[in-house]
């Protein structure tokens, strides 16, 4: 049996309350096969980072304010990634578009967490609580969120993990948010990245340094 586990970077741009129900997934062991070794923001100042520090992870930053452009962005992010030896990626409210350059070097690699039930609500300019402003539009009375792979099309790659929840009557867009986070993100994100890290240490690949 391989002792190893999988090297896990999670990029962020906020709060960064799904990295935190990732490290807690981690403490308690729901998280085993990955460990969270760096944590990378797209803005400098995001809480995110305190909350990577305060667990003792690594931490960097690789914004296009700083930077100049998404290729630079880039750069920075394949060097880090490189130098972590990192084996998966999860975009946790990470809010920059990755290219199809680099995300065709990861494939099924790349876990991003989408709070609906896609196809629905999803794609260019379905983020936040744009999301939740839309179900309660159309009136659907169930919503949820989406753990899925990352490829060139926003929120296009093959789904991992899917959680209904219930849309209330007297829900408002942040009652309806703070819901989803609570009862599908929180739980689905660290379940998708427990399964996909296992895969990787029992077909012992290494996708660090590619």
């Not at 490290?23 to 062991?29: I, R």
């Not at 609906?116 to 794609?123: N, Q």
């Not at 179900?135 to 990352?150: D, I, M, Q, S």
Request: glycine share 8%.
């Amino acid at each position: 049996m391989l002792n190893r586990k999988a090297r896990i970077a999670v990029f962020v741009s906020g709060g960064g309350t799904n990295l935190q129900a990732l490290l807690d997934a981690q403490a308690d062991g729901r998280l085993k096969s990955g460990e969270i070794v760096l944590v990378i923001s797209s803005k400098a100042g995001a809480y995110a980072l305190t909350r990577a520090e305060e667990r003792g992870v690594a931490t960097a930053v690789a914004s296009k304010k700083a930077l100049g452009s998404r290729e630079a962005v880039e750069q920075e992010l394949d060097r880090l990634l490189a130098e972590y030896e990192i084996d998966m990626i999860i975009l946790a409210g990470y809010l920059s578009i990755l290219s199809e350059d680099f995300t065709s070097r990861w494939p099924r690699r790349i876990l991003n967490v989408h709070p609906s039930l896609i196809p629905a609500f999803c794609g260019d300019g379905f983020y936040g609580l744009r999301v939740h402003e839309a179900a309660l539009e159309r009136g659907v009375k169930l919503t949820g969120a989406t753990v899925h792979f990352v490829n060139e099309i926003t929120d296009g790659g093959e789904i991992i993990l899917q959680k209904a929840v219930s849309v209330l009557p007297d829900d408002t867009p942040e009652t309806l948010q703070r819901r989803v986070m609570e009862e599908a993100e929180w739980q689905l994100l660290p379940a998708a990245a427990e399964l996909v890290a296992n895969e990787i240490i029992c077909k012992g690949e290494d996708y660090g340094h590619l």
